[in-house]
């Protein structure tokens, strides 16, 4: 709803620019921006548990699943997050490689749950083709924040998606009881 942000600049050049910035445009968020920002607050803890557990379950499915080559969190495995973090929780936020850039090019338009957007920590899931915008980045490679929706219907507009594009699951997979 609301992004609010805090900068901070040793003395200098730049401290200074930041207080002229900060005199011509201000530097207090609206009431409207301080009531989201406040609204959001209250739920935060409820949807920070119920995105990590969704992606935990989304995830490990996907790394049995046809089409997609691996599953990578950003602060390294979920395994590894989980015995540093007593809590077990790893964002809700990780990225996918896909067999072909192919793959993940097309992905984002055939999912219906998921969005093709750029942004982290909604309510709702989202999908990004980061080559898009940097091409240094795997043309293989999605960036999957997830929401609040069902896990097990995430997984099913995952399977639909790439079914869709013709990856449907093999019987010599692994197999996929999602969770």
Excluded at 131 to 147: A, E, F, K, Q
């Amino acid at each position: 709803d609301a992004v609010l942000g805090l900068v901070l600049a040793k003395a200098g050049p730049v401290a200074d620019a930041l207080r002229h910035r900060r005199a011509a445009v201000g530097s207090v968020p609206g009431s409207l921006e301080t009531w989201l920002l406040l609204r959001s607050l209250r739920t935060l803890d409820l949807r920070v548990h119920r995105q990590a557990e969704s992606a935990v379950v989304l995830a490990d499915y996907l790394r049995r699943r046809d089409g997609v080559e691996k599953v990578e969190f950003s602060a390294g495995s979920d395994l590894a997050v989980k015995q540093m973090n007593p809590r077990g929780l790893v964002g809700g936020t990780f990225a996918i490689y896909l067999d072909t850039p192919e793959l993940a090019t097309n992905l984002p338009a055939k999912l219906k749950l998921f969005k093709d957007a750029t942004s982290l920590g909604g309510c709702e899931s989202l999908v990004e083709w980061r080559r898009r915008y940097d091409d240094s980045i795997s043309p293989c490679l999605l960036r999957v924040s997830v929401g609040l929706e069902d896990p097990q219907d995430l997984i099913a507009d995952v399977d639909q998606a790439l079914n869709a594009l013709g990856v449907v699951q093999t019987s010599s997979s692994p197999a996929l009881d999602p969770v």
